[in-house]
């Protein structure tokens, strides 16, 4: 962001609370929290508001199903929804239901001046109700007869109504969003309302349910035969919950809203009933409305009637908040669609946390352990060439820079790939700078010094620039690397020398544990014939004949990528090393005899390859939980080693 805006109020839709939270709302109130954090670390006043839609046809259903009161059912149904957002780690700074007298009070007192002012009106009606959507539609909006927005069957009403003059607003409405380019994104969500707007006449809206059809909603104030209709209802909470007609100074202190985060499912909702409500209320426009695309399952929407919708505590239970807040927001496009699927989500962790940003921390807080006593090192620009640490820091102070507009411009996984990119790159800069050969020579402690503290202050940024996404783990980590004020100030990210020398580090143990995913058993329905065929014994292969082995037994055997944490010689065995390594957030043994070949000192920070589900065994009484590779002719050995950047845990095929 080139400049600071002087304040950020961001919204989520309010969530109904006819069922218990999907992804879907997740993912939207994930990104409202992203946003909202990112804006107060760089000290911008911030507002961020969810809630829950407790009125209409589709809560009212529910309860009846269930054998409570609509409240009850709302009372019930509530507290899943802020018992997740506590588990998924979300700051908000109200949480408004439509069943409270605050709000209602205000969609009261809106309703009654609308109606005073001839902005509403009674007339009979006649048309398809669709009671998923809550909304009527005429005989040419729909499908084969059908819901155009659901596809589900619609039901023929004739009643009277109260009705808001929508229509009126049509040309007005046209020309400010073609004249505010920024209020609908992305623009081709614009372009889509503005081909409804021109191609169709807009209808007024009916407001009113009668209290014979629907009797769970906000009365008219005007005539108590009739309740609100839910979205007129619902669209007022972010004004209501703000101070409008209750606390001017509050109101004029956070609206207009920055930023309504809303799913491309409630768009016509969003840009066309919204924009003409607040136009007949006198009420300023909301600066930016987004709409995010959908979650599927291979090409599939996620629906509960499908029964594919992901269940975010599960998720949450399998592999844990940061990591389930990080893939939703690295993997979607904001505006596009998105597959999930768990084998995404574990190759997505691996790749990038286990193996990139796991890695590299442990690299770092290993070598400043070994080297450095435990202790954040000093930085020194003097007598040595610093040339690769300079290029390493302005790539990360880029990174840091092209961050905010990103995030500006509602670009998170581009900001995040960003961010990523540059993790990536600490790592080369180690294998390139290799601090452990540096340690070997004497005379060369102000060089790894300065070494160490320029990837340390790098993944101090990193971290910082991470907390937003992942705040559980990131302030784990900047309190690793010594941080008494662990919680980041975004404004004074790029300030090198943040780092304090002589600030003691700690090992915050393995942040991203590699995930190895069980392959699910084969569920196949075959004939019997081909069952008993399948049954019977095959004649084993005799390898001893050719010297040959099969393609099964070469992909039995599992080779992964590992760093070399800690070396130390065996005890009265002259050929044997015992090797500490970082298999993809898992730390394991190893008993190597290469004792004869390298010393100790001379293994750590190498990634080596490992036959990773060998037995374990124990040689000389030291238990080895793997083997590594090597080449050797006559009397010379040389380590199987990776460079690059290429973490621990990768597979090697």
Same mark, same amino acid.
């Given at each position: 962001m080139s400049e600071k805006p002087s304040k950020y109020y961001v919204t989520t839709p309010i969530y109904y609370v006819n069922d218990k939270p999907h992804i879907g709302h997740s993912y939207t109130t994930i990104l409202a929290d992203v946003l909202a954090s990112y804006h107060r670390l760089l000290g911008i006043p911030t507002h961020f508001l969810t809630g829950t839609d407790e009125h209409?046809?589709?809560?009212?259903?529910?309860?009846?199903?269930?054998?409570?009161?609509?409240?009850?059912?709302?009372?019930?149904?509530?507290?899943?929804?802020?018992?997740?957002?506590?588990?998924?780690?979300?700051?908000? &700074?109200?949480?408004?239901?439509?069943?409270?007298?605050?709000?209602?009070?205000?969609?009261?007192?809106?309703?009654?001046?609308?109606?005073?002012?001839?902005?509403?009106?009674?007339?009979?009606?006649?048309?398809?109700?669709?009671?998923?959507?809550?909304?009527?539609?005429?005989?040419?909006?729909?499908?084969?007869?059908?819901?155009?927005?659901? +596809?589900?069957p619609v039901d023929k009403i004739i009643e009277s109504n109260y009705f808001f003059r929508m229509s009126k607003y049509q040309d007005w409405l046209i020309k400010y969003i073609e004249d505010n380019p920024?209020?609908?994104?992305?623009?081709?969500?614009?372009?889509?309302?503005?081909?409804?707007?021109?191609?169709?006449?807009?209808?007024?809206?009916?407001?009113?349910?009668?209290?014979?059809?629907?009797?769970?909603?906000?009365?008219?104030?005007?005539?108590?035969?009739?309740?609100?209709?839910?979205?007129?209802?619902?669209?007022i909470n972010y004004i209501s919950a703000v101070g409008y007609k209750s606390d001017e100074e509050q109101f004029k202190k956070w609206w207009p809203c920055s930023t309504h985060l809303i799913g491309k499912d409630i768009l016509t909702t969003h840009t066309v009933y919204w924009p003409t409500m607040l136009k007949a209320m006198n009420v300023a426009m909301p600066e930016s409305i987004f709409a995010h695309g959908w979650w599927l399952t291979g090409r599939t929407k996620m629906s509960k009637s499908l029964g594919n919708v992901v269940n975010p505590m599960d998720m949450i239970d399998s592999y844990g908040v940061d990591a389930f807040?990080?893939?939703?927001?690295?993997?979607?496009?904001?505006?596009?669609?998105?597959?999930?699927?768990?084998?995404?989500?574990?190759?997505?962790?691996?790749?990038?946390?286990?193996?990139?940003?796991?890695?590299?921390?442990?690299?770092?807080?290993?070598?400043?352990?070994?080297?450095?006593?435990?202790?954040?090192?000093?930085?020194?620009?003097?007598?040595?060439?610093?040339?690769?640490? &300079?290029?390493?820091?302005?790539?990360?102070?880029?990174?840091?820079?092209?961050?905010?507009?990103?995030?500006?411009?509602?670009?998170?996984?581009?900001?995040?790939?960003?961010?990523?990119?540059?993790?990536?790159?600490i790592n080369v800069f180690l294998q390139e700078r290799a601090p452990w050969s540096?340690?070997?020579?004497?005379?060369?402690?102000?060089?790894?010094?300065?070494?160490?503290?320029?990837?340390?202050?790098?993944?101090?940024?990193?971290?910082?620039?991470?907390?937003?996404?992942?705040?559980?783990?990131?302030?784990?980590?900047?309190?690793?690397?010594?941080?008494?004020?662990?919680?980041?100030?975004?404004?004074?990210?790029?300030?090198?020398?943040?780092?304090?020398?002589?600030?003691?580090?700690?090992?915050? +143990?393995?942040?991203?544990?590699?995930?190895?995913?069980?392959?699910?058993?084969?569920?196949?329905?075959?004939?019997?014939?081909k069952q008993k065929q399948k049954?019977?014994?095959?004649?084993?292969?005799?390898?001893?004949?050719?010297?040959?082995?099969?393609?099964?037994?070469v992909m039995a055997v599992n080779l992964k990528t590992a760093v070399v944490l800690e070396a130390e010689k065996i005890e009265g065995a002259d050929k044997l090393l015992k090797l500490q390594i970082d298999l993809g957030g898992e730390r394991r043994q190893l008993v190597a005899g290469i004792a004869l070949h390298y010393q100790p000192a001379e293994l750590v920070g190498k990634t080596i390859v490992v036959v990773a589900n060998l037995k374990p065994a124990k040689l000389r009484g030291v238990k080895s939980e793997g083997m590594l590779l090597a080449a050797s002719v006559g009397d010379k050995l040389k380590l199987v080693t990776v460079e690059g950047e290429i973490g621990p845990g990768a597979a090697v095929k």
């Amino acid at each position: 962001m080139s400049e600071k805006p002087s304040k950020y109020y961001v919204t989520t839709p309010i969530y109904y609370v006819n069922d218990k939270p999907h992804i879907g709302h997740s993912y939207t109130t994930i990104l409202a929290d992203v946003l909202a954090s990112y804006h107060r670390l760089l000290g911008i006043p911030t507002h961020f508001l969810t809630g829950t839609d407790e009125h209409g046809q589709k809560v009212q259903q529910a309860a009846d199903a269930n054998g409570i009161t609509p409240q009850e059912q709302c009372d019930q149904t509530v507290v899943r929804f802020q018992e997740l957002w506590k588990r998924l780690e979300i700051q908000n &700074d109200d949480f408004i239901r439509t069943t409270e007298e605050r709000h209602k009070t205000v969609v009261q007192q809106t309703l009654q001046e609308l109606f005073e002012r001839d902005e509403i009106y009674k007339a009979e009606y006649e048309g398809w109700y669709c009671v998923g959507c809550e909304r009527f539609f005429t005989e040419k909006d729909l499908v084969d007869g059908n819901c155009p927005e659901c +596809g589900r069957p619609v039901d023929k009403i004739i009643e009277s109504n109260y009705f808001f003059r929508m229509s009126k607003y049509q040309d007005w409405l046209i020309k400010y969003i073609e004249d505010n380019p920024g209020f609908i994104q992305p623009s081709f969500r614009a372009n889509e309302t503005l081909g409804f707007l021109k191609n169709k006449e807009l209808q007024d809206l009916c407001i009113s349910r009668p209290k014979s059809r629907l009797a769970w909603g906000i009365e008219l104030p005007f005539d108590t035969e009739f309740v609100t209709y839910v979205w007129f209802d619902a669209l007022i909470n972010y004004i209501s919950a703000v101070g409008y007609k209750s606390d001017e100074e509050q109101f004029k202190k956070w609206w207009p809203c920055s930023t309504h985060l809303i799913g491309k499912d409630i768009l016509t909702t969003h840009t066309v009933y919204w924009p003409t409500m607040l136009k007949a209320m006198n009420v300023a426009m909301p600066e930016s409305i987004f709409a995010h695309g959908w979650w599927l399952t291979g090409r599939t929407k996620m629906s509960k009637s499908l029964g594919n919708v992901v269940n975010p505590m599960d998720m949450i239970d399998s592999y844990g908040v940061d990591a389930f807040r990080y893939f939703l927001v690295a993997e979607m496009t904001l505006g596009q669609d998105a597959s999930f699927t768990e084998e995404a989500f574990v190759k997505r962790y691996n790749a990038d946390l286990a193996n990139d940003l796991g890695n590299v921390t442990n690299r770092v807080l290993n070598m400043i352990s070994r080297y450095c006593d435990n202790k954040i090192p000093a930085a020194s620009a003097g007598g040595f060439d610093t040339a690769l640490e &300079d290029a390493l820091w302005k790539e990360t102070v880029l990174a840091a820079d092209e961050m905010g507009p990103m995030v500006g411009n509602m670009k998170l996984d581009a900001s995040i790939a960003l961010v990523m990119t540059a993790v990536r790159k600490i790592n080369v800069f180690l294998q390139e700078r290799a601090p452990w050969s540096l340690a070997k020579q004497e005379g060369t402690e102000a060089e790894v010094a300065h070494c160490l503290y320029t990837a340390a202050e790098c993944l101090r940024v990193c971290a910082a620039l991470l907390y937003p996404v992942m705040p559980e783990k990131m302030l784990a980590l900047r309190n690793a690397l010594g941080m008494a004020d662990a919680k980041p100030q975004l404004d004074k990210l790029t300030e090198f020398g943040v780092l304090v020398p002589g600030s003691l580090i700690s090992q915050p +143990g393995a942040l991203f544990p590699r995930i190895e995913l069980e392959e699910e058993e084969k569920k196949t329905t075959e004939n019997p014939k081909k069952q008993k065929q399948k049954q019977q014994p095959k004649k084993k292969e005799d390898p001893s004949k050719d010297g040959l082995i099969t393609f099964d037994q070469v992909m039995a055997v599992n080779l992964k990528t590992a760093v070399v944490l800690e070396a130390e010689k065996i005890e009265g065995a002259d050929k044997l090393l015992k090797l500490q390594i970082d298999l993809g957030g898992e730390r394991r043994q190893l008993v190597a005899g290469i004792a004869l070949h390298y010393q100790p000192a001379e293994l750590v920070g190498k990634t080596i390859v490992v036959v990773a589900n060998l037995k374990p065994a124990k040689l000389r009484g030291v238990k080895s939980e793997g083997m590594l590779l090597a080449a050797s002719v006559g009397d010379k050995l040389k380590l199987v080693t990776v460079e690059g950047e290429i973490g621990p845990g990768a597979a090697v095929k």
